[in-house]
């Protein structure tokens, strides 16, 4: 029989890779939590419905790139599984009435999503995001503080090469005026364009400025800019969320061909992009969307948000450092019936106490064992042999001098303090 294989854009995340996602996690979580940002989980597959109205039907998202199935109902309800996380969190807004909870909400979420894209370096089937959701203010200085948050989180983690793109769509009537400009430009270069952009020329024109095609970027080049169509408003907001990125130390440059793929977003979208990343160089994506919980049906809200790519971001790191090295403490190594049992407790115990410990199950050699306890990287090893077990104690090794020395278990379980204030010196 066939060995059953990972499907196309799927990943397992193996042990050894699991350290870089725990520790942008805790990056993350630990610099959204001094930002008093909560935390969110919403379900991973919702009503289809939920993401043709809050992404827009004309997307690549939405028209190409769902997985859509039915499940099990009569009659048939469509399904999608998540591609994105704002509107599943918009979605829990509006139902669960976090509005009425307090003015402004600040959430975060993490977790897969998942699109029927063509497999590659940085692009994925199921891929994974950390996201931020503002909710409940128009203030430009909740798009510089989720941009600085972002930055903040990609700085913490030690990328250096980053890029902050930064545009205004405006708002929808600005974005209505554009659009005939724009197509007023394009229409003479139709059949230049590449055939996706040429469907897009009347549903979905602003798309045609991010196409990844070469000559559809050089045509795109000359294309009159968004940025000469806001109105009054729509000026000073972008105005203001300049002078709050500058006066916060944020450098930026300014694209005005950077619209976002989706159709809810008004006013302030920006991309953060690594120079280090080849083809996929763009780590975080996100801007405000005004628009979107009243399209949902909720109370009309102005929101600003943005989501980053961990597979993306991983990518980035592999190239620059390690992971923080893992913490073992102990390593607890046993031969013999009696000593094995008893090394069981011991680990049990000590764990208890707070230590990390892992116990060798092997069996094995004793010399076997100790170059396990090598490699494991723990700070001691503990040895229990049919001697120690005999007298209820234990060798204590300290790895980085050979020292050793035997002492009773209880003795040892009772100078915690010490233990750990070697341990510390030593990993220091
Ligand atoms: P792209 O233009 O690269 O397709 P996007 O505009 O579709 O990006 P967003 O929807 O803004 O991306 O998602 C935010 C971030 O999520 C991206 O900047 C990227 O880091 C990551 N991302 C998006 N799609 C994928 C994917 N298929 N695989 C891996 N990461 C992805
Ligand atoms: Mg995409």
Wanted: aromatic residues 8%; negative net charge.
């Amino acid at each position: 029989m066939g060995v059953i294989q990972a499907l196309p854009g799927t990943r397992d995340i193996l042990p050894e890779k699991v350290s870089y996602w725990q520790w942008i996690e805790s990056v993350a979580r630990q610099i959204l939590h001094r930002a008093n940002y909560q935390e969110i989980r919403t379900p991973i597959f919702e009503a289809t419905e939920l993401f043709k109205r809050g992404i827009g039907e004309a997307t690549d998202v939405v028209g190409k790139e769902m997985y859509t199935f039915n499940d099990k109902a009569t009659p048939p309800r469509s399904v999608t599984l998540r591609p994105e996380g704002t509107a599943g969190v918009v979605r829990a807004f509006i139902e669960r009435n976090l509005d009425a909870q307090s003015g402004v909400q600040r959430l975060w979420y993490t977790g897969p999503m998942f699109r029927y894209e063509s497999p590659q370096a940085g692009r994925q089937r199921q891929f994974h995001q950390i996201g931020v959701e503002v909710l409940g203010s128009a203030d430009p200085r909740a798009d510089a503080e989720v941009i600085a948050i972002a930055t903040d989180i990609l700085q913490s983690l030690g990328l250096k090469n980053l890029r902050l793109d930064l545009n205004s769509v405006g708002n929808p009537e600005d974005r209505q005026n554009y659009r005939q400009a724009l197509v007023d430009y394009l229409t003479p270069y139709k059949e230049e364009l590449d055939p996706d952009s040429q469907n897009r020329l009347s549903r979905n024109p602003l798309r045609i400025l991010d196409s990844k095609n070469q000559r559809t970027q050089e045509i795109a080049r000359n294309a009159p800019s968004i940025l000469d169509y806001l109105g009054t408003y729509s000026q000073q907001h972008f105005d203001r969320v300049q002078q709050l990125l500058t006066d916060l130390g944020i450098e930026y440059q300014i694209n005005p061909r950077l619209v976002r793929g989706l159709d809810y977003y008004t006013h302030t979208a920006f991309e953060i992009q690594s120079d280090d990343l080849g083809a996929q160089a763009t780590v975080c994506g996100g801007g405000r969307y005004d628009g979107l919980v009243g399209q949902l049906g909720g109370p009309d809200t102005p929101a600003v948000g943005w989501a980053i790519g961990i597979e993306r971001l991983i990518m980035l790191l592999e190239e620059l450092q390690s992971p923080p090295a893992s913490t073992l403490d102990f390593y607890v190594v046993s031969r013999g019936e009696q000593a094995e049992a008893q090394a069981l407790i011991l680990a049990y115990k000590l764990r208890q106490s707070g230590f990390s410990v892992e116990l060798d199950f092997s069996g094995s050699a004793f010399k076997k064992q100790f170059a396990r306890a090598d490699r494991s990287g723990a700070v001691a090893c503990l040895i229990l042999g049919e001697e120690e077990a005999a007298s209820q104690s234990v060798k204590l090794k300290w790895m980085a001098t050979r020292e050793q020395q035997a002492i009773a278990q209880s003795e040892l379980l009772q100078m915690q303090d010490e233990l750990k204030r070697s341990i510390l010196n030593l990993r220091a």
